[in-house]
Structures are given as structure tokens and as C-alpha cells.
């Protein structure tokens, strides 16, 4: 039975491991969107990241309650303790910085669909024109 233990502790270690590289990849890409933040598109894509980082945040802390679960002794939980909690502040600060993303791309002119003003040409390309003097 230990044998089996240590190996579903390795196994969720190892998959916890590429949870957080994959947080570590999301915070790369977001970077890369706030350089762009001026770019249509990069509103949809910060929700993206956003909806990606809650997916990765539940996939990391399942596979951490499954290490905390395999895990004996005081100390050992201490620093999966300590994991848990790094985890938890770096995702705070991730989805600060998307929000933030977020909120400064709502206000770009981007952001909106995109309208064509109703000018004078248009009216006259259509030969009428509803603020036309002309009846």
C-alpha cells in the first residue's frame, strides 16, 4: 500500500508540476496582451486568460488536496501549506493584472462593435439622408 501511495504521490506532484506551468505560460501571455492592450481583439482575449486562469487555479488546488492527502507529517504539510498559499497570491495578482487589462481595454475605442459614423457622404450615397434640409 505504500508503494502505491508514494506513486499516486508522484503522479500528483508531477501533474500539479505542469499546472503551474501552465499558470506560469498564462502569465507570460498576459504580458504579451498588455503590450498589445491598444489592439483589437486583446479585450476578448483577456477574458479568455481569465477564464483559463480560474480553470488552472481549480486544477492546481484539486491535484494540491490530493498531495496534502498522501502527505504525512508536520512538517511536510507545512510546506504544502506554504505552496498553497504562494499559489494563492500569485493568482490574486494574475487576475488583478487581467482585470486591470480588462477594464482598460472596455474603454479603448476598440472595444465596442465596430460603427461607421453616419456622415453626410454616407446620406449622399444613398440619396437620402434623415437630417437632410431637402424633403
Known amino acids: ?4 501511495d508514494a506513486r499516486a504521490l508522484s503522479s500528483s506532484r508531477k501533474r500539479r508540476g505542469v499546472a503551474r506551468a501552465s499558470i506560469t505560460h498564462l ?3 498576459l504580458s504579451e496582451l498588455v503590450r498589445t492592450s491598444d489592439q483589437p481583439g486583446t479585450l476578448d482575449s483577456a477574458k479568455r486568460l481569465l477564464v483559463k486562469m480560474e480553470s488552472l487555479d481549480k486544477d492546481f488546488k484539486t491535484l494540491h488536496l490530493a498531495v ?13 501549506q506554504q505552496a498553497l498559499d504562494a499559489h494563492d497570491d500569485e493568482i490574486s495578482q494574475l487576475e488583478a493584472r487581467i482585470q486591470k487589462l480588462i477594464s482598460t481595454c472596455s474603454s479603448s475605442p476598440h472595444a465596442g462593435p465596430r460603427r461607421v459614423p453616419f ?13 437632410s434640409r431637402e424633403s
Request: charged content about 35%.
Open 1 to 4: 500500500m505504500a508503494e502505491d
Open 68 to 80: 496534502v492527502d498522501l502527505t504525512e507529517g508536520g512538517e511536510a504539510l507545512q510546506d504544502e
Open 27 to 29: 502569465r507570460t501571455r
Open 119 to 131: 456622415t453626410e457622404s454616407v446620406c449622399n450615397m444613398r440619396n437620402s439622408c434623415p437630417n
